[in-house]
């Protein structure tokens, strides 16, 4: 199941590292997360529902979906999709019994106090991080739950277009190790760490757990960034929980980051630039992908994606839908069929297809909770991908010192999400001690991102901008006169 | 909207719920009128524990009564409830603990309610991951007949109950006014229009303070934040709740098998604060440590807040005003209106329809303060 050869991407993959599943012996490689380890070996099924048995894998590949969790070493509920492997590691699935093993250890619990948390290793938080230590000199901490920096960046293997300043023309992967280098220069950097809420102490207040290492984190910040990204959107059709139904995210994890196949071929839901994208880096990774299907008449993508993935003899399937997902442990197939006006299945015209994974790629939802937490408000934004928290043109939400950017604020795409995280430290650092040349560079970015969000595929993400604007200062206007 | 109506009760809590299924039964036309949805404000946020192990007669009838009712409640309203009686488990911690214990076993007995005196042994083998060490515990009372019930469930229930009756629910939909003239409650103003009524009922929880200053009427009660945690879902250990009037502790297993509890916060706060504190989720992580070592390597999943609405003597305030009449006081639960809801309801349906009562409520009135009331030894949370 590991990916052979790649046209872009080389995997080096680092020594071999025994571990126990249900008591049987296996391998994976240094650098693979349990998840991607198992796979390699061959295990789609990492365990069964608690009450209805319905046999569970994992779905998102970034710690979103909790759809993976097994225990690990004794202790429940580990998300292995974002948890590296170790030697020695005992992964158990299906155990419901008391965690009478678990090796409880008193947490060890570290105070920390600093200028700029960032929540979130992403485009976006990276590049608030090393805006803020370009131009001033305050303490920057990123807390991330995974186990390397760069978000989704990291398997981006396509070339973005975007502006120049945003590393157009390069690959995602590239931007990625580029912008942690960078980082790493001007921040203290917490992984595989989950910020787990966020207390108001008089001062901004945010607890933080390692849970394998045991280590409770109690962070005082003076302005927070919550560039925390989004979660995969999710279809209902039968079958839809089976392992081999996978977030297209998801795959792009396994695929792109641990070079571990998702399957032999599989059908993608959705065909707007995520879909497209899969599609040609599934083929590049040597994985069938036997149809696109898209519910609205037209594709939803670019042009020069969808011509692309149409060249290599895929066929994308308009006005239509999943309507089943086939098989008993794990994807065997997929019936689609067309839809009518009212987007109900026109009977008569299912199609099966042998597939051994279905990839959903039909958008994102902002993953705004903490902010909220913290006091942001936060209102239902078709738009912008959901319910999300209203901020103003410096990404500052309602409460005070609370920043939102990148894809947590609203759907758009990297380089928009790094000008966001930008004008977030530069706005923060700006009100810890003012700068001379604020206005000049916020006067920069400003025009960065209205360059990125020019003409027809700028259009949703302008009028998502507009309403969360609009809905903030009518949050102000309320809490004035109320 | 409605233009008029018998009765308005303002709160869609268990006690608004189950007044209205209560007075719709006894034919009269009820309207519910409620700020946001169904158990919004504390019923869905409390532990949902039924107690009948009280420091006096008077609570401990009272609650009693309501055992009666839960125990044949899903069969009433036609709904689920999720009721069960795993029982009560109370830790006695020394020597006047168990003085005060004992004179309330001897009160609980005598109007029939099956609890005792338990040791050490049996703390471990009703409740098999308790640790009587890090209770501090020296021994324990028991009630097999306490419980527990799901309160969004219940309240629902209720609902449902009276909507199928006839009753009339309006949700998010604020009061701003009450109309008083000669002393006598005449309308209820909202945000969707008004509604003329001669019983106005305030069973609005942690806001029932500003729902009588509507109607010119002052009472003594404050919101108090309080917290609460849930745990992941662990497999089925025991039925009871075990609590702590000395700790402050409680907690039991829900139905999927997750641990819910809650403990005074050290950031305990009057007013409406809504923010979950750090604070909490220490102390009890702690506490539930040393009740029930076995849970220190549980994951929680989540943790929130809730207002109890609180009187000086811990007790509830019920009954008609002495100077308004028609507004029917139904609030000042200070943590425990969702255990005696089924019969708080019954005894202001009684009152209301000018039925005799079950139950005296005198004692419950809103002139109690004026006199000095003796305050409810038995509380947690």
């Given amino acids: 199941m590991r990916v052979e050869q790649h046209p872009i991407l080389k995997f080096s993959h680092g020594g071999m590292i025994k571990f126990y599943f249900n008591g049987i012996e296996m391998y994976g490689f240094e650098g693979d997360t349990i998840a991607t380890a198992l796979y390699a070996n061959g295990i789609k099924v990492f365990g069964h529902s608690a009450k209805k048995k319905r046999p569970r894998g994992f779905f998102c590949g970034i710690g979103k979906c909790s759809s993976c969790m097994m225990r690990v070493n004794g202790v429940p509920n580990i998300r292995t999709c974002i948890t590296p492997l170790q030697e020695g590691m005992i992964v158990e699935s299906d155990k419901y019994d008391l965690p009478e093993t678990a090796p409880y250890r008193k947490p060890e619990r570290k105070t920390m106090d600093v200028d700029i948390a960032i929540v979130g290793g992403g485009p976006a938080g990276m590049a608030a991080a090393i805006e803020a230590g370009k131009h001033g000199d305050v303490s920057v901490l990123i807390i991330d739950e995974q186990p390397r920096l760069g978000g989704q960046l990291i398997k981006q293997t396509h070339k973005f277009f975007g502006s120049s300043m945003e590393g157009a023309g390069k690959r995602g992967i590239e931007i990625a190790s580029e912008m942690e280098e960078e980082a790493r220069k001007y921040a203290d950097i917490l992984l595989e760490t989950s910020v787990i809420g966020y207390y108001n102490r008089g001062h901004h207040f945010l607890a933080a757990v390692n849970k394998l290492k045991g280590i409770v984190y109690e962070i005082k910040a003076k302005k927070i960034i919550f560039a925390t990204g989004a979660q995969e959107n999710y279809l209902v059709f039968e079958n839809n929980d089976l392992p081999g139904v996978y977030g297209a995210g998801g795959i792009q994890t396994i695929m792109n980051v641990y070079g571990v196949k998702p399957g032999k071929a599989g059908i993608i839901v959705g065909a707007g630039n995520v879909g497209l994208i899969l599609a040609y880096q599934l083929l590049q990774a040597g994985v069938k992908v036997k149809a696109i299907v898209e519910a609205m008449p037209r594709i939803g993508g670019y042009f020069v994606h969808a011509a692309k993935v149409r060249r290599h003899g895929v066929p994308i399937y308009t006005k239509h839908s999943i309507m089943e997902a086939v098989g008993k442990e794990s994807v065997e197939g997929a019936i689609i069929a067309q839809l009518d006006e009212k987007w109900n299945f026109v009977l008569g015209t299912e199609k099966k297809i042998d597939c051994d994974f279905i990839a959903i790629a039909i958008g994102l939802t902002p993953s705004a909770r903490l902010a909220q937490m913290a006091g942001a408000k936060v209102k239902f934004i078709r738009e912008a991908g959901g319910w999300v928290a209203l901020h103003n043109e410096f990404m500052e939400t309602t409460a005070n010192g609370i920043y939102i950017a990148g894809d947590a604020a609203n759907i758009e795409e990297a380089s928009a999400a790094m000008v966001e995280g930008k004008i977030a430290a530069v706005h923060a650092l700006n009100s810890i001690s003012p700068l001379t040349n604020f206005e000049a560079i916020v006067e920069e970015l400003r025009n960065e991102i209205s360059s990125l969000r020019k003409g027809k595929f700028g259009e949703k993400a302008r009028l998502a901008k507009e309403r969360i604007y609009e809905g903030y200062y009518e949050e102000l206007r309320g809490n004035r006169s109320g | ?381």
């Fill in chain 2, 1 to 381: 909207m409605k233009s008029e109506a018998d009765v308005v009760i303002v709160g869609a809590g268990i006690n608004g719920c189950a007044l209205a299924y209560e007075l719709s039964k006894r034919g009269k036309d009820v309207v519910v009128v409620d700020r946001r949805h169904i158990a919004a404000g504390a019923t869905g946020r409390c532990g949902a524990g039924i107690r009948q192990q009280w420091s006096t007669k008077e609570n401990a009838l009272l609650a009693k009564k309501s055992v009666e009712i839960f125990e044949g409640l899903e069969e009433e309203l036609g709904h689920p409830i999720g009721f069960r009686q795993g029982g009560y488990l109370i830790a006695i911690h020394d020597e006047e603990d168990m003085k005060q214990a004992r004179k309330n076993v001897e009160m609980q007995k005598s109007i029939g309610l099956p609890v005792r005196i338990i040791d050490r042994e049996e703390i471990k083998e009703i409740v098999p991951i308790l640790d009587p060490d890090g209770m501090k515990a020296i021994a324990a009372t028991f009630c097999p007949t306490d419980g527990h019930a799901d309160p969004f469930k219940t309240a629902n229930a209720y609902a449902l109950a009276a909507i199928r009756n006839g009753a009339t629910f309006y949700k998010f939909t604020e009061v701003r006014g009450i109309k008083v003239e000669n002393r006598e409650v005449r309308e209820v103003i909202t945000d969707k229009g008004s509604i003329k009524t001669k019983f106005v009922v305030d069973a609005a929880g942690a806001w029932s303070s500003r729902i009588a200053e509507m109607a010119g009427i002052k009472i003594p009660n404050k919101p108090v934040r309080k917290e609460a945690l849930v745990t992941e879902p662990l497999p089925r250990i025991f039925d009871a709740m075990v609590i702590s009037f000395r700790h402050g502790i409680y907690f039991s297993q829900m139905a999927r098998g997750e641990i819910l509890g809650g403990i005074p916060s050290p950031e305990e706060k009057i007013g409406y604060h809504f923010e979950p504190t750090w604070s909490f989720l220490k102390k009890m992580a702690y506490m539930l440590g040393r009740y029930a070592p076995i849970l220190k390597g549980t994951n929680i999943l989540r943790q929130w807040t809730g207002f109890y609405d609180v009187t000086p003597d811990a007790l509830p305030v019920l009954g008609e005003d002495k100077n308004v009449r028609g507004f029917i006081h139904c609030h000042g639960f200070s943590g425990h209106g969702f255990m005696i809801a089924p019969m708080t309801a019954r005894l202001l349906a009684q009152l209301i329809t000018g039925e005799k009562l079950d139950l005296p409520i005198e004692r419950l009135s809103l002139e109690r303060f004026e006199k000095g009331t003796v305050k409810e030894k038995s509380v947690v949370g």
